[in-house]
């Protein structure tokens, strides 16, 4: 089965407060495709303290804004680590910092922003990471260190040499529980038998590729512990050729009764902002929620990753910078 990346990525974001600029001070490369970057103010500001598991939006060149978790132990105050991988699917974010990013550069970021908070857990912590997804669980195993918690990571990659960030792993694993899988050595790994072995009431916290964390929301369903289990998405879902749909329709703007088309070359946000509607987002690629709103009649296809299962089939919510209409019409609360 071959796929496709949805390209929804489009300039700058509409969400216009709270940019800073920064220079990067460090910039080391950590495995081959793995890039360490450490950041700090451009300007007389220190950059703002932040919780484990922030991120902050980064500006990539002209047009791109992605998104990077903030990482390390946060004892370097006014300094902020991101880990930086180049997939080969990137859609350009870590092209451009790889191609154009070296110490000295100045970088237009965000202020840190936080979709997935360490609350506490009565139960204790299992965090499940694959691949670079074990950048905001670094911070929140550091945070919990300071704090005398103990916690179970779990850490997959695809083969050792993959494995960037060794030396923070290597200093918690005295503390915490640290368990690393390699695929080209023990296989794929069986994400039931893992979370099996959690304590009933344990909080799941999981970052990784999409396909893992798919699969990991679905168990949290299937077994009704849904609300235990925290997500932290990094990269836009990836559509199968054959859940591809992007048929041309219509939105209703409610508080005008003004019909909207969308055509197939369009997301639905960007006909929306076309046709002089404000509309709010961030990632522009379905991860972050900051565009949903509500829908009154019609039935969305969802291609986000934000929505669980269950929000999904209850059919209130939409993510109009990826997701479109089953049909010809749906109206929005706009
Ligand atoms: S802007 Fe992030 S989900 Fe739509």
Redo the contacts with the bound molecule.
Sequence with gaps: MSATILETATAT?HRDEGWLEATVCEAVRLASDTLHLRLVSATNEPLPPYAPGAHIALRCGEDLVRHYSLTGPCEHEGLYDLGVKLSTVSTGGARWIFDEVSVGTRLSISVPRNNFPLVEASGGYLFLSGGIGVTPIISMLYSLRARGVRARLIHMCRAREDQAFEHWLTELSSFHDIQLHYDVESGKPDLGAMLGMRQADSLVYCCGPTGMMDELRLYGEREGCADQFHFEYFAPRVRPEEDVDDCEFTVVQKSTGREIPVPNTKTM?AALRDAGVDMK????????????VRVLEGTPAHF?S?LTSVEKEANELV????SRCKGQRITLDI
């Design positions: 974001p946000l987002s961030e990632c522009e690629y379905g991860v972050c929620g900051w565009c949903a986000d934000y993510l109009p910078c990826v």
